[in-house]
């Protein structure tokens, strides 16, 4: 693995980002996907955000790219707020092979892959594309102008090796008001993203989802090893869990 040579942390600013969270249909799929130290939240909700950052100038190395993460909310493990629930990467499509370098020393699954985000008619559609084939399609009914501004800290856990480090990612986004998902389309059934994909009918976690014409992140700070990854009395990745 090639060894990134940018300082950490890093800044973005005033990305494009549609984050959507969303109760699975396969819900032991899901949690095979984490670490045995962890179990997922109670509610088994999946995270995603699809966001593009358009020119170099909104970062302080990264350079423009695209980006569609997502992964599993955890049991127990919080944001700095005590309240958030700390996520973890399960897949991770980046369309900067530099991003993609800085990304995997600290444990993410970075992966080639482009997202696209526009907004035509009071729809915004973000498709998450890998080696040119569409995997994700996400619709939702937006505002026209960013009236809510929120800022606070993500907690992001990663598997380093068999130890678990959880990075704060603080964050300030100008958020639409106005805000609906329409639908979640996972597109291809033979990529392993297919298993995290949305129960049917789709079951929104309002409270994790929005549209954000511009938000602004460190990108990561505040790491903290947390302990071994495949240790202690979790589960995630070995024990069936109930509904």
Excluded: K
């Amino acid at each position: 693995m090639a060894t990134s040579n940018l300082a950490a942390p890093q800044l973005v600013l005033n990305s494009r980002m549609l984050y959507t969270s969303w109760i699975p249909e396969d819900l032991q799929a899901c949690a095979q996907l984490l670490p045995r130290a962890l179990d997922p939240a109670a509610n088994r909700a999946v995270y995603m955000n699809q966001y593009v950052v358009d020119s170099a100038e909104q970062t302080t190395g990264f350079g423009a790219y695209s980006l569609t993460y997502l992964g599993l909310d955890l049991l127990d493990l919080f944001a700095p707020d005590g309240v958030t629930p700390a996520r973890f990467f399960t897949h991770y499509f980046n369309s900067s092979e530099v991003m993609r370098e800085y990304a995997a020393e600290r444990g993410v699954p970075a992966a080639s892959g482009s997202t696209t985000l526009e907004v035509e008619g009071g729809i915004a559609t973000a498709t998450t594309s890998v080696d040119g084939r569409p995997i994700i399609r996400t619709r939702a009914q937006v505002g026209d102008t960013a009236d809510i501004v929120l800022g606070g800290h993500l907690r992001y856990v990663t598997r380093v090796g068999n130890r678990l480090i959880a990075g704060n990612y603080p964050y300030i986004g100008e958020l639409v008001s106005s805000f609906e998902v329409q639908s979640i389309e996972f597109l291809d059934a033979d990529h392993p993203v297919y298993a995290l994909r949305p129960a049917s009918p789709l079951n929104v976690v309002t409270g994790s989802s929005f549209y954000a014409p511009r938000d602004s992140f460190v990108y990561p700070g505040g790491e903290e090893d947390i302990g071994p990854a495949e240790g202690g009395g979790g589960g995630g990745g070995g024990h069936e869990h109930q509904a």
